[in-house]
């Protein structure tokens, strides 16, 4: 379990997050949405400590994120920004193998080797394990960096818009593969999101941020109303029942 | 245009294959003998077997320290080409086009002002000094430059380069040693000689500590959140690449002189075919370094023989028209 403890952070005078708590339940699929400067990517950030907060802390099972050590952290909680890797020339196994690199610092056991494999295997890339990233498509090279994710077999995994730049088809296939690490693995995954309908669809959980603040926090059947949203994105969103899903008509709204 | 294409394949794939660590090996000692046996002083190997000959002092003098130095020069600015373009996720940034050897050059000129009769040691660490503000001053203005176009970055650190580069004429001006410093300039194996090279021999262990950071400066080169999320100290791997770049820079500047190009084409022409995992590509550099040296000096020795065509003209012709092939080229793959 992740506690984010009254977290804020200041651009000069400016709070991006102010004064956040929430928590992230185990096991589940939580996603940040809002609209763009809310905070999210911040948020995801100092949780991950890519960033330093200013005040406040986070805690991962009572302990205090910044008392880890930077390598015990790699190997419990990973995290994937929006990539533009691109001019670097690795291959697919490559990278994935990095993902071991928190346990073996680059020379790759046999057990190692193994745990490359399966998550080649994971994520259907065993096929194309030796070709180059840069000449993959935006789908593929998702898929690897996830690869490598799973590779570095944490608990937590975080992930700043996964589904940007990509289209319908590998959007859904991303976020199949995210409930199956949840569903199956029992990893917790926390994902900042742009489109409400997969966030909808796909999360257990939804934390809602507007401002630098937390708006809404709650099971996503809660979150997803019409009243919810309205004061999330100030638009009037109705709601249809599609499927067993919740869909939000926004387009015309 | 099927054929070209079919052509153009088979062409890669014979480099690619040619690329391969034996051949690369055996292609280094192929003209390693070459060069020990390439100059005005006819000698051959049956003239070493007496060990007082003037040939085997010519030998023992001049040849073979040239050689190391060669091989030494050849695979270190590769080397810290690759290390430079990696840290700085650019493939066009090099000792070259990052300042780093007009500050080792300006370096040498303080040195020889500070101190009338400077050393080699205090010339080394005075350039060392400058070398690494230099290099640490670049990536500090990369790093607050917005704009990361390929090409763009490089030509920054090229007026950077030139910067340091007018302000070290400028003093050298004054108190008149533009000659002494030109000397500086000019990369030049003849001058080479046993008792002038030694320093070069630094780079080895430095080669070696590179091979053993590869993995964490593959890691480095994926960015900083990147390597934060595998645990690894970035800033600090990203000093260590950069304090190794100058060291390099500034023995081999100290000893043969500047050598434009070769950190940045060498890397280039490799990652190509081997792509950019430092522990895969290391090795590859340093070999296709020493040999791409051997060629332009044994090239450079035999064109207007009994006379020298000096190391830093031959790669600097060699090596621009290679490296407007990669800007050409670059489209294609990147």
Same mark, same amino acid.
């Given at each position: 379990m992740?506690?984010?403890k009254?977290?804020?952070?200041?651009?000069?005078?400016?709070?991006?997050v102010?004064d956040?708590s929430?928590?992230?339940?185990p096991?589940?699929?939580t996603?940040?949405?809002?609209p763009n400067g809310?905070?999210?990517?911040t948020?995801?950030?100092?949780?991950s400590?890519?960033?330093d907060?200013?005040?406040?802390?986070?805690?991962?099972?009572?302990t205090?994120?910044?008392?880890m050590k930077?390598?015990?952290f790699?190997?419990?909680?990973?995290?994937?920004?929006?990539?533009?890797y691109?001019?670097?020339?690795?291959?697919?196994?490559?990278?994935?193998?990095?993902g071991?690199?928190?346990?073996?610092?680059?020379?790759?056991?046999?057990?190692?080797?193994?745990?490359?494999d399966?998550?080649?295997?994971?994520?259907?890339l065993?096929?194309?394990?030796?070709?180059f990233?840069?000449?993959?498509?935006?789908g593929?090279?998702q898929?690897a960096?996830?690869a490598?994710?799973?590779?570095?077999d944490?608990e937590?995994i975080?992930?700043?818009?996964?589904?940007?730049?990509?289209d319908?088809?590998?959007?859904v296939?991303i976020?199949?593969?995210?409930?199956?690490?949840?569903?199956?693995l029992?990893k917790?995954v926390?994902?900042?999101?742009h489109?409400?309908?997969?966030?909808?669809?796909y999360s257990?959980?939804i934390?809602?941020?507007?401002?630098?603040r937390v708006?809404?926090d709650?099971?996503?059947?809660?979150?997803i109303?019409?009243?919810?949203?309205?004061e999330?994105?100030d638009?009037?969103?109705?709601?249809q029942?599609?499927?067993?899903?919740?869909?939000?008509v926004?387009f015309n709204s | 245009m099927?054929?070209?294409?079919?052509?153009?394949?088979?062409?890669?794939?014979?480099?690619?294959?040619?690329?391969?660590?034996?051949?690369?090996?055996?292609?280094?000692?192929?003209?390693?003998?070459?060069?020990?046996?390439v100059?005005?002083?006819?000698i051959?190997p049956?003239?070493?077997l !007496?060990i007082h000959?003037?040939?085997?002092?010519?030998?023992?003098?001049?040849?073979?320290?040239?050689?190391?130095?060669?091989l030494?020069?050849?695979?270190?600015?590769?080397?810290?080409?690759?290390?430079?373009?990696?840290l700085?996720? !650019?493939?066009?940034?090099?000792p070259t086009?990052?300042g780093?050897?007009?500050?080792?050059?300006?370096?040498i000129l303080?040195?020889?002002?500070?101190?009338?009769n400077?050393?080699t040691?205090?010339?080394?660490?005075?350039?060392?000094v400058?070398a690494?503000?230099?290099t640490? #001053?670049?990536m500090?203005i990369?790093?607050?430059?917005k704009?990361?176009?390929a090409?763009f970055?490089?030509?920054?650190?090229?007026?950077?380069g030139?910067?340091?580069?007018?302000?070290?004429t400028?003093?050298?001006y004054k108190?008149?040693v533009?000659?002494?410093m030109s000397?500086?300039?000019?990369?030049?194996?003849?001058a080479?000689m046993?008792?002038?090279?030694e320093?070069?021999y630094i780079s080895?262990?430095? #080669?070696?500590i590179?091979?053993?950071y590869?993995?964490?400066?593959?890691?480095a080169?994926?960015?900083?959140?990147?390597s934060k999320n595998?645990?690894?100290?970035?800033?600090?791997i990203?000093?260590?690449g950069l304090?190794?770049?100058?060291l390099?820079?500034?023995?081999?500047?100290?000893?043969?002189?500047m050598i434009?190009?070769l950190?940045?084409?060498i890397?280039?022409?490799v990652?190509?075919?081997?792509?950019?995992h430092?522990?895969?590509?290391?090795p590859?550099?340093?070999?296709?370094?020493?040999?791409?040296l051997?060629?332009c000096?044994?090239l450079?020795?035999l064109?207007?023989?009994?006379y020298?065509?000096?190391?830093?003209?031959?790669?600097g012709?060699?090596g621009?028209?290679?490296?407007?092939y990669?800007?050409?080229?670059r489209?294609?793959y990147?």
């Open positions: 992740i506690e984010v009254s977290l804020s952070k200041f651009y000069g005078k400016k709070a991006v102010e956040i929430v928590t992230i339940q096991r589940k699929i996603s940040f949405i809002g809310a905070g999210k990517s948020l995801l950030s100092m949780v400590r890519l960033l907060a200013d005040t406040g802390d986070v805690l991962m099972d009572q205090d994120v910044r008392k930077s390598n015990e790699a190997k419990r909680v990973s995290i994937l920004k929006q990539s533009n691109m001019n670097v020339r690795l291959t697919i196994r490559e990278l994935v193998s990095f071991r690199f928190p346990y073996s610092k680059g020379r790759l056991t046999e057990e190692d080797e193994r745990i490359v399966q998550s080649l295997e994971y994520m259907g065993t096929d194309m394990q030796d070709q990233l840069d000449e993959l498509s935006g593929q090279r898929r960096f996830i490598m994710v799973i590779a570095q944490t937590y975080l992930l700043d818009e996964p589904l940007n730049n990509l319908m088809k590998h959007s296939q976020m199949k593969i995210l409930r199956r690490l949840v569903d199956e029992g917790t926390v994902i900042v999101l489109d409400i309908n997969f966030a909808s669809v257990d959980w934390v809602a941020m507007k401002d630098g708006v809404k709650g099971p996503t059947e809660q979150i109303q019409s009243d919810a949203l309205k999330i994105y638009m009037d969103i109705p709601i029942q599609m499927g067993g899903c919740r869909i939000c926004y | 099927i054929f070209n294409v079919i052509k153009k394949a088979r062409n890669i794939e014979m480099l690619g294959t040619a690329m391969k660590k034996r051949y690369l090996l055996l292609a280094l000692l192929v003209l390693s003998a070459t060069s020990l046996f100059g005005v002083s006819r051959s049956i003239d070493l !007496n000959s003037e040939e085997t002092q010519i030998f023992l003098i001049s040849r073979l320290p040239r050689l190391v130095a060669i030494l020069a050849g695979a270190g600015m590769s080397i810290a080409g690759l290390i430079m373009q990696q700085s996720r !650019n493939k066009f940034v090099s086009t990052a780093t050897l007009d500050a080792t050059r300006l370096g303080v040195a020889m002002l500070l101190f009338a400077a050393t040691m205090q010339k080394m660490l005075v350039a060392l400058f690494l503000a230099g640490f #001053l670049f500090q990369l790093d607050r430059i704009f990361k176009d090409i970055i490089p030509l920054v650190g090229l007026m950077f030139n910067i340091l580069s007018s302000v070290t400028f003093f050298a108190a008149d533009i000659q002494n000397a500086w300039l000019q990369g030049d194996f003849s080479v046993k008792g002038r090279y320093l070069l080895i262990p430095i #080669l070696i590179a091979y053993f590869a993995n964490r400066f593959t890691v080169g994926m960015g900083e959140d990147f595998l645990g690894l100290a970035y800033k600090r990203v000093n260590i304090i190794l770049v100058a390099i820079t500034v023995t081999v500047v100290l000893t043969v002189g434009p190009f950190g940045l084409i890397p280039n022409i990652s190509i075919f081997k792509g950019d430092l522990q895969k590509t290391l590859h550099t340093a070999l296709l370094g020493a040999i791409f051997l060629i000096d044994i450079g020795r064109i207007i023989y009994p020298e065509i000096s190391i830093s003209l031959m790669v012709v060699i621009s028209g290679i490296f407007l990669l800007l050409f080229r489209k294609a990147a």
